[in-house]
């Protein structure tokens, strides 16, 4: 089956430490994309990525930092600088920035 | 400014009724491409549907419909005969040709009672 997985569903994490949200496609697709939701809120673009080895920083950037090395993989790290890491964050992927961009089941992070 | 305004923060209504969601938008571009996605508690969104700028025709997917007007910039979604699996967050979001930035609005909560 075609996809888009992240894990884990939930995390927790200490405030003050880097954690590492994972994000990997399966449907081929050239673009991926990390957003960040707050409650009753729409969401924000965080990292974008057109290609291997390329990416670019959206609304948030601030706080956070990605990888693109392999087509199929986009981990988002949130770093200690993060002042309200706390959200839902949602990977996403597109053939083509024009196109409708297929969603993974988020990650629920809660730091304390 | 390129942006996109969902009026309706909740809306309620008992199952079998039809309910209209707005999405009024704003953009200079002339090539643009207008979707909808629906979040449901599990929280990862659906997509529902793609319009782009040039194609103005309404679209009718079962009890869905979409009502695309550039004179008015707005994108409305309607649920017909709603029920109770309809229960979600429904987005509307704008993206530009050349361009990465995905606008959404910031989401209409729709709950059907039985």
């Known amino acids: 089956d075609g996809g888009i997985t992240q894990s884990p569903k939930y995390l927790f994490r200490k405030e003050g430490q880097n954690v590492t949200l994972s994000c990997e496609q399966n449907l081929n697709h050239d673009a991926m994309y990390w957003y960040r939701q707050d409650p009753g809120q729409g969401l924000r673009l965080i990292y974008y990525?057109?290609?291997?080895?390329?990416?670019q920083k959206g609304d948030i950037a601030e706080g956070y930092s990605v990888s693109r090395e392999k087509k199929e993989s986009f981990p988002l790290t949130v770093t200690s600088a993060q002042k309200n890491p706390t959200a839902f964050y949602l990977c996403a992927s597109s053939p083509d920035r024009t196109y409708e961009q297929y969603f993974g089941p988020g990650t629920r992070l809660t730091v304390t | 400014a390129q942006k996109v305004t969902q009026a309706q923060t909740e809306i309620s209504v008992v199952e079998k009724e039809d309910v209209t969601l707005d999405c009024v938008y704003e953009t200079r571009d002339t090539t643009y491409y207008l979707f909808w996605y629906k979040q449901p508690p599990s929280g990862e969104l659906v997509f529902l549907i793609r319009r782009n700028s040039f194609d103005e025709q309404n679209e009718i997917s079962g009890r869905y419909s979409w009502n695309f007007q550039k004179s008015t910039s707005s994108f409305n979604f309607t649920i017909t005969a709603s029920q109770v699996v309809d229960s979600a967050v429904y987005f509307c979001a704008l993206n530009f040709y050349n361009n990465n930035d995905m606008r959404f609005g910031a989401g209409t909560r729709l709950t059907v009672k039985p």
């Open positions: 990525s057109q290609i291997v080895n390329d990416f």
